[in-house]
């Protein structure tokens, strides 16, 4: 039963353009979000987090919007650019405190100059 | 201040052999994580640890697999007899002592032949 859905595999956009990469849940226990970025042969790097007291959260280029209601949410990446291209996982933790996460499988995004 | 380390970065056992994955934390964290990612997955959470403590090993199988965090030294994963099923990436984290994002090491690659 997976708790984290990252529905879509992969995302191409052009460079320059916006990025939106989606992210689904299932447990109303999660109370705080988080996006990794991950280059092929090297560990996930933490990008920007959510807590579900916010609705939005912006860092730079990358912006987490989170729908409570619904359960989901995205990662905005403005403008793209070609070393954006890795494979983005979405994570989620429930309560607060260090507890572990659970990783959905993950979107492979490409930018294309 | 050096990141998550993990050694080492790949490892190659045939089936029954042991695999030890050693992990040291970023400075000035206590709390260990280990998680496991196959193929086209995303990570799975095995065990959390803190100094001489086990503090979730929920995601750890029950047999063959152990995990310490010794008062000194490395964080190590033990994996006793291996088979063809362990071949896999290996990553740990880290975290502070306050609630907050982990942060990954480069991961271990075990193949088993």
């Known amino acids: 039963d997976q708790q984290v859905k990252q529905n879509s595999p992969s995302l191409s956009v052009q460079e320059g353009r916006i990025s939106i990469l989606n992210c689904d849940y299932t447990n109303s226990m999660f109370d705080y979000f988080l996006w990794y970025k991950k280059y092929p042969a090297e560990g996930p790097t933490f990008l920007i987090s959510?807590?579900?007291?916010?609705d939005k959260n912006e860092d730079g280029r990358f912006t987490v919007f989170l729908n409570k209601s619904a359960k989901h949410l995205s990662l905005h990446i403005v403008p793209s650019q070609p070393g954006d291209s890795a494979v983005y996982f979405c994570a989620a933790r429930a309560y607060s405190g260090n507890t572990p996460l659970v990783f959905g499988k993950g979107t492979r995004l490409s930018v294309i100059a | 201040n050096a990141g998550v380390m993990q050694n080492p970065r790949h490892l190659v056992r045939r089936r029954g052999q042991e695999a030890r994955l050693r992990c040291s934390p970023m400075k000035g964290h206590s709390h260990v994580y280990w998680y496991r990612q196959l193929p086209e997955e995303g990570l799975k959470f095995m065990v959390y640890?803190?100094?001489?403590?086990?503090?979730?090993e929920s995601g750890m199988p029950k047999e063959r697999f152990s995990a310490e965090f010794p008062k000194e030294g490395p964080s190590i994963l033990r994996i006793q007899q291996v088979v063809r099923g362990d071949s896999a990436a290996y990553f740990c984290?880290?975290?502070?002592?306050?609630?907050?994002?982990?942060?990954f090491g480069p991961g271990t690659r075990l193949t088993v032949t």
């Open positions: 984290a880290s975290s502070p002592p306050v609630p907050g994002e982990q942060y």
């Open positions: 959510i807590s579900s007291i916010k």
């Open positions: 640890l803190q100094k001489e403590n086990i503090i979730d």
